[in-house]
């Protein structure tokens, strides 16, 4: 009777836990907060009368970790407050992984109210399942081209624009000029060609240091010549013809050399692995964003930004501000309204003052806005822009023009090149055939 | 209703709620990879994955048997981890229970520190042993150059010798696995030990003819999960070479395809999971082979 009784008590239980486990508590996920976008205008998730529209973003940081994360938060916010009484409520929300938030959402066939991609690229699917906003005719409308800048080229996709991206992603170089001199090298404004790099690099080594960081590093000097080489190939989908092309032959072999004779141990598949090196002195140049500047306050050595050889550099927009189809009109309006206003001159300069970011606005002057503070991130910052923005070659980065799976492939090939006595011809044979069926 | 019946419905009962979730958590996800391995679903139709026309159906089994790069590398790697986790980590966990069980001298203390790293996720320990790799800094690095000074590469990325440096990254964190064999070892009545010391059974004999048989049931156990977690590995291949210098393993390029390819190819991905099902189903009913052919001549030995 006893085992009987307990039986029952634990088999009531089983049912009880799974069907609590299974029920039907809402709480506020992304997930539940879309099927409300979704629904009619009048159904739409509301505070009282107003509606509301959520913008995720991932700036979670505590101030104290990264302060940066703390200024856009004001921004979302001030914009909040100034619409706290209109007809949509804007409700910024933070979420650590965003670009999951999203995609999670475009396998079901929806897409959260707002999202800032935050330079990852808007997953296909919600294009091509057009679950996003075109919003290249409110752009022209507003007349914003030059707000948006090279958003409105670079993010064009078959004429229309679906994302803006208010920072821009610019990859440049860091070098160290004291180890350059003490080391007799070509400094980066020295230098016309690849060679004249690789010629540089065996100085420094010689000197005792070593020249890069490569891997992630050197895929973006691969990326800038082959732009050099072949703007066309770079501005658009990775085709076979391109693979096997004599300027994909030419940027991965110089690269792939330049990188053998650096050492695999100064490659990864992470350029922030290397910072620690180059502020310390061990690494002369560190291939990595003009975001960067503030990683040198109060370092002796001289810093200097750069651009990679022949004039090149890298400009991406990747995703930023993109905007759910299904949105109702009151709420599609504050949205483009947002847009607005992350683009305007006010936010923008906010964003190279104290982000410390490249604005995509073009009508900011940034070495005017540099000269009127007293912070040297903020000039480091200025003159790392100006010389990337002012480059020959400006092109998109590989994981944007040709998918960040080619982009993961073309890290690791070189990052294998590295080490030392690997045949770079049959990588690069290895490479070809991986890409051609990649893209297959 | 009878004494039988009533048991009947109890136990049904009991059962139901365990059916249940694993039709709906097990069962169902099986079904749909299986299912949409024969399907074209990427970025261009996510929710409505459709079957291929009756002839191609095998489009993403031919796409990925014959044309994507990554596979049979991965499926070579995965194969020897599992071998190796039956291989070294199995031995290993095996001589560990027994020597704790012996009672010895600090015998506990060295089961809780041999059991910690298991209570640590394998990406915790995956961004541990990237600092010990670490060509600049990390210690195994100096200890090769102290034997060979000319070595400067990136032990991650040599090929061959990466494979082993992911080895060691998971193949001695056994902890859990050492304390099930060890709860069957305790389990062993002691009238045992004392007959086969009266046959002269003393030493490593009693091990070999005593112990190890007694716990060969627990020993499959083992080796399946061994086998199955060195299968599966991702986290680490991940964190130490995200798939560079030929490391890929067969989860790694599930991911690489379902998530990193910017076209979403979810039944590229399932396909290869299917493929991974299948291959695990096959590696279990090996290890059942050998246990119980184990079985068999152990009976024939008795007749």
Same mark, same amino acid.
């Given at each position: 009777m006893k085992k009987k009784l307990i039986s029952m008590v634990l088999a009531l239980t089983l049912v009880a836990g799974m069907l609590t486990g299974c029920g039907g $508590?809402?709480?506020e !996920?992304?997930? $539940?907060?879309? =099927?409300a976008t979704e629904a009619p205008a009048e159904e739409a998730e509301a505070t009282g009368d107003q509606e509301v529209l959520k913008f995720y973003h991932a700036y979670f940081h505590e101030e104290s970790e990264w302060p940066v994360a703390a200024v856009m938060r004001d921004i979302y916010q001030q914009f909040a407050d100034a619409h706290a009484d209109g007809p949509v409520v804007f409700e910024p929300v933070v979420v650590e992984d965003v670009l999951q938030v999203a995609t999670n959402e475009i396998a079901g066939g929806e897409f959260p109210d707002?999202?800032?991609? =935050?330079?990852?690229?808007?997953? %296909?699917?919600a294009i091509v399942q057009e679950l996003v906003v075109d919003l290249k005719p409110y752009i022209d409308a507003e007349g914003l081209q030059s707000k948006v800048g090279i958003n409105y080229t670079m993010n064009d996709v078959d004429g229309k624009v679906y994302t803006v991206h208010d920072q821009l992603t610019t990859l440049g170089l860091w070098y160290n000029a004291d180890l350059y001199e003490a080391a007799g090298a070509a400094t980066p404004d020295q230098w016309a060609t690849y060679e004249d790099m690789a010629t540089a690099m065996e100085a420094l080594r010689a000197s005792g240091v070593y020249g890069y960081n490569a891997g992630q590093g050197s895929e973006r000097l691969f990326n800038s010549y082959m732009a050099v080489l072949d703007a066309?190939?770079? =501005?658009?989908? %990775? !085709?076979?013809?391109v693979i096997n092309s004599e300027a994909f032959v030419t940027a991965f072999k110089t690269v792939a050399a330049m990188d053998q004779a650096n050492g695999s141990a100064h490659s990864t598949n992470n350029a922030g692995d290397f910072g620690a090196d180059f502020t310390e002195g061990k690494c002369a140049t560190w291939m990595n964003g003009v975001w960067a500047a503030g990683s040198f306050n109060g370092l002796e050595a001289n810093i200097l930004p750069g651009i990679y050889p022949c004039s090149g550099a890298i400009a991406a927009t990747g995703g930023g501000l993109t905007i759910s189809a299904s949105l109702s009109d009151a709420q599609k309006e504050l949205a483009l309204e947002f847009l607005k206003y992350m683009t305007s001159d006010e936010v923008q300069t906010r964003i190279f003052l104290e982000v410390n970011a490249n604005p995509c606005n073009q009508d900011l002057d940034l070495e005017a806005l540099?000269?009127?503070?007293?912070?040297? !991130?903020?000039? %480091? %910052? $200025?003159?790392a822009c100006s010389l990337a923005n002012s480059a020959d070659s400006i092109t998109t980065n590989t994981g944007s023009a040709w998918g960040a799976d080619v982009y993961t492939a073309i890290i690791n090939k070189l990052i294998e090149c590295s080490v030392e006595g690997t045949d770079i011809d049959a990588k690069l044979a290895e490479l070809q055939s991986e890409l051609i069926a990649l893209i297959g | 209703m009878n004494k039988k019946s009533n048991r009947t419905i109890f136990m049904t009962l009991f059962l139901l709620p365990s059916c249940l979730c694993f039709l709906i958590f097990?069962?169902?996800?099986?079904?749909?990879?299986?299912?949409?391995?024969?399907?074209?679903?990427?970025?261009?139709?996510?929710?409505?994955p459709t079957f291929f026309p009756a002839g191609e159906l095998l489009t993403n089994y031919q796409y990925i048997l014959t044309q994507y790069p990554y596979f049979w590398e991965a499926l070579r790697n995965s194969l020897c981890w599992a071998l190796v986790g039956v291989v070294i980590q199995v031995p290993l966990t095996l001589v560990v229970a027994i020597v704790i069980s012996k009672g010895l001298k600090f015998s506990k203390f060295a089961r809780n520190v041999y059991i910690v790293p298991s209570v640590i996720s394998s990406a915790a320990m995956g961004l541990v042993f990237l600092q010990l790799y670490n060509a600049r800094y990390g210690p195994i690095q100096q200890i090769i150059q102290k034997f060979n000074p000319e070595f400067k590469d990136s032990i991650l990325l040599v090929e061959g010798a990466n494979f082993w440096a992911i080895v060691c990254a998971y193949v001695f964190f056994c902890g859990t696995t050492a304390i099930m064999l060890l709860g069957q070892i305790h389990g062993i009545a002691p009238e045992l030990y004392e007959a086969a010391k009266i046959d002269g059974a003393t030493?490593?004999?009693?091990?070999?003819?005593?112990?190890?048989?007694?716990?060969k049931p627990t020993i499959k156990t083992v080796t399946t999960m061994a086998a199955t977690s060195g299968f599966l590995l991702y986290n680490e291949v991940f964190f130490l070479t995200n798939g560079a210098a030929g490391t890929k393993s067969i989860s790694f390029i599930i991911r690489e395809l379902a998530i990193t390819s910017s076209r979403t190819q979810y039944a590229r991905a399932?396909?290869?999971g299917a493929i991974q099902i299948v291959i695990g189903l096959i590696l279990v009913g090996v290890i059942n082979i050998i246990f119980s052919e184990s079985k068999v001549s152990q009976k024939g030995g008795k007749a």
């Open positions: $508590a809402k709480e !996920t992304p997930a $539940a907060d879309n =099927a707002m999202v800032d991609f =935050a330079g990852n690229e808007v997953p %296909l699917a066309e190939a770079m =501005a658009n989908p %990775l !085709t076979p013809e540099a000269e009127g503070v007293d912070n040297p !991130t903020v000039k %480091l %910052l $200025a003159q | 097990y069962a169902y996800p099986i079904l749909q990879i299986l299912v949409t391995s024969f399907c074209k679903w990427d970025y261009t139709n996510l929710k409505n030493g490593l004999k009693r091990e070999l003819y005593v112990t190890i048989p007694l716990v399932n396909t290869i």
